[in-house]
């Protein structure tokens, strides 16, 4: 089960294909064993401490162990698979 | 909020005031006339411990403490509790002043492990961190320390600069003034070349060893729209946070007192022709070792306390109770003055810091002690921690802060031959306004001590070497003695003295014994004239006797004439 975070900055270009690219690529390798959770750091600005937020946009994967930061738009599939390690099916 | 103000003008010649922001650390809003530019970001940079952290923060905690400046302080490297710690001996409360809302630690950690970097990015996380701390409590003072840790968590470097550059034009905007820290570089102020960002104000902090003695150096490199100090100031770091070595105005318009105060030596007083030293003049006391310096400042001292002013004694060579106890034997209770807090001792060996924080100590404690006399017994240990220039480098700004606070300030210097070098003391001699020499003077087997006044400038001053003597009652001079070959001193005079008193007890002697004399010589004559007198008498009672005698034989014959004429006359009767 994969507890994936993304925090963003309001509804930019670079936050907005970071979560579609993320959710294509959940669809194909996690298939119904994932939930993200997107946070909005224009909202929720105090959230940025907690895991410690410096990019915009970053993924965290809170589970499983151990945390990961990705940060970017997520374009580049092969290492966000690795980021996140996922071994390609 | 307190600020200063420098005019600047912009292109349509308009005044444009640049505001300054106080930073509340000593010396360093007198270095920068004012303080940091208000709304502008400073960089201050330095190689590793040399007190960025610990600068930048003061700022903060002054700031808000003492400015009313709430401040938030980004960490990259510390850890709030860890700086909360670090600070504590400082007398800083973190945690309070976290909790009161003026200040905000926010820390930010960077770990290149955990991150992997895929695609295009931004930092817009820090600065929504940075603008949530903010406006949580109206920050106006911002530190970013060390933000070169994002260099080394973040490897695109492209993206980084770009940031970088918007953060600062961010903070600009914001109009908060922000301090940011970077480690020096090789070839560049800081590591990463920051200061092609950050570059209103640079200032740099060094931290050097010279002869085994540390030493801390801070420069304003650059300014923007603003004179500064552009001089290397040292600086130290003690109890209290940071204290920068203030500039000494290179104006000789310093005030001058023409009140005179006492020596404590009354005879001393007496061969000047104001009764003593003028108030914020500065005197060196100058002589062989054992001619009796110490004593002679110690005396100032007391006479500086029994009139109820402050004396703040540096001693460099012996330990202040040494001083109490070896006064003490000359009648000088300094013992009470300490108690009563009038005599204040400040001892150190001055190999214990380098030249540059001797400065700033001594400052430090005049500052605190506010004192109206100020003894340096002796300064000629200084020299074993710089040259002599340095020293007398060092003696300048001294004697220029000390006057402009109109203290007098007594020094004693050790000249190490006994045939005195008068041109030179450590060449204070040129700067001081009185300077009192103690010759050894050796004659006939033995030393002795003859003070004289080199000069004096303002009075008068007696041209004679009085000898000065040190009893268990005290300091003396002895008077001039001039016997028939010269000035005398020492058993030489006291044997002249004897010599004439026996002369002249014997003159008295002879003196009576003449007058015993004459005495017994007008009895005698007086004697040879009774005997006279008498003589004289009888001879005229005899004279008298014989005009009697004729007188009587006259009246006889008289009557006897008469007698018989009438006895003549009886005869012819007729009858």
């Known amino acids: 089960m994969y507890e994936l975070r993304l925090y963003v900055a309001g509804k930019t270009t670079k936050s907005v294909t970071a979560l579609s690219n993320l959710k294509k690529y959940c669809e194909e390798h996690m298939k119904g064993e994932y939930t993200i959770e997107v946070i909005d750091l224009l909202t929720h600005p105090q959230l940025a401490e907690g895991d410690q937020i410096l990019a915009i946009p970053t993924l965290v994967k809170k589970v499983p162990e151990p945390v990961r930061k990705i940060i970017g738009d997520l374009s580049n599939k092969e290492k966000v698979l690795v980021g996140l390690d996922i071994r390609p099916k | ?575």
């Open chain 2, 1 to 575: 909020m307190s600020d200063t103000l420098t005019p600047i003008f912009n292109n349509q010649n308009q005044l444009n005031i640049l505001h300054k922001t106080p930073t509340g650390i000593s010396g360093l809003d007198q270095i920068t006339l004012g303080g940091l530019p208000t709304g502008r970001p400073t960089l201050i940079c330095g190689s590793a411990g040399c007190g960025k952290t610990l600068f930048s923060l003061e700022f903060i905690i002054r700031g808000a403490q003492e400015f009313n400046e709430p401040g938030v302080f980004i960490a990259f490297e510390e850890k709030a509790e860890e700086l909360a710690v670090n600070v504590a001996s400082l007398g800083f409360d973190l945690n309070k002043l976290q909790e009161d809302k003026k200040i905000k630690i926010d820390y930010i950690h960077v770990d290149r492990s955990e991150i992997e970097e895929t695609g295009e990015y931004d930092l817009e996380g820090l600065f929504i961190r940075l603008g949530y701390a903010i406006d949580s409590i109206g920050a106006k003072r911002v530190v970013l320390d060390t933000i070169e840790n994002l260099f080394s968590g973040l490897s695109n470097q492209t993206i980084l600069r770009a940031e970088l550059r918007r953060l600062f034009q961010w903070l600009k905007d914001r109009g908060v003034t922000a301090i940011i820290t970077g480690e020096r570089g090789e070839s560049s102020l800081t590591r990463q070349g920051l200061e092609e960002y950050v570059s209103d104000c640079v200032i740099l902090l060094d931290h050097r060893i010279i002869n085994q003695i540390s030493t801390r150096r801070l420069r304003v490199v650059k300014y923007r729209g603003s004179v500064h100090g552009t001089n290397e100031y040292p600086f130290l770091i003690d109890e209290e946070g940071i204290s920068v070595l203030p500039v000494t105005s290179l104006k000789l318009n310093k005030p001058v007192s023409s009140e005179s105060i006492s020596s404590g030596i009354d005879a001393l007083d007496d061969m000047l022709s104001k009764k003593g030293f003028y108030r914020g003049s500065s005197i060196l006391v100058s002589g062989t070792a054992g001619t009796g310096k110490t004593s002679i400042s110690s005396s100032f001292a007391n006479e500086t306390c029994n009139r109820g002013e402050k004396c703040l004694f540096f001693a460099f060579e012996e330990s202040p109770q040494q001083i109490i106890r070896n006064m003490h034997s000359i009648n000088m209770d300094l013992q009470k003055h300490v108690d009563n807090g009038l005599l204040h001792f400040y001892a150190s060996r001055p190999t214990l810091y380098g030249l540059e924080m001797h400065l700033v100590a001594i400052h430090k404690a005049i500052r605190k002690f506010k004192p109206s006399v100020v003894i340096l017994d002796p300064i000629t240990n200084l020299i074993t921690v710089g040259t002599v220039s340095e020293v007398k480098a060092m003696l300048v700004r001294l004697i220029d802060f000390l006057q402009e606070e109109q203290i007098t300030v007594m020094f004693t210097a050790l000249t190490l031959n006994t045939v005195i070098n008068e041109q030179t003391d450590e060449g204070v001699s040129s700067l001081v306004d009185a300077w009192l020499l103690i010759k050894d003077i050796e004659l006939n087997g033995e030393r002795n001590r003859g003070l004289y006044i080199m000069k004096s400038r303002g009075m008068q001053h007696s041209n004679q070497i009085r000898e000065f003597v040190i009893t268990d009652k005290g300091l003396d001079l002895v008077d001039v003695y001039l016997g028939p070959e010269g000035v005398l001193i020492g058993s030489a005079r006291e044997a002249q003295m004897l010599l004439e008193e026996t002369g002249q007890v014997l003159h008295t002697h002879a003196i009576s014994r003449k007058d015993r004399e004459l005495l017994r010589k007008r009895k005698v004559l007086e004697g040879k004239i009774e005997s006279l007198k008498t003589e004289f008498e009888s001879t005229e009672e005899e004279l008298n006797k014989i005009y009697i005698e004729e007188d009587l034989k006259k009246e006889i014959m008289e009557q006897t004439r008469q007698k018989v004429t009438d006895i003549r006359r009886g005869n012819n009767s007729p009858e």
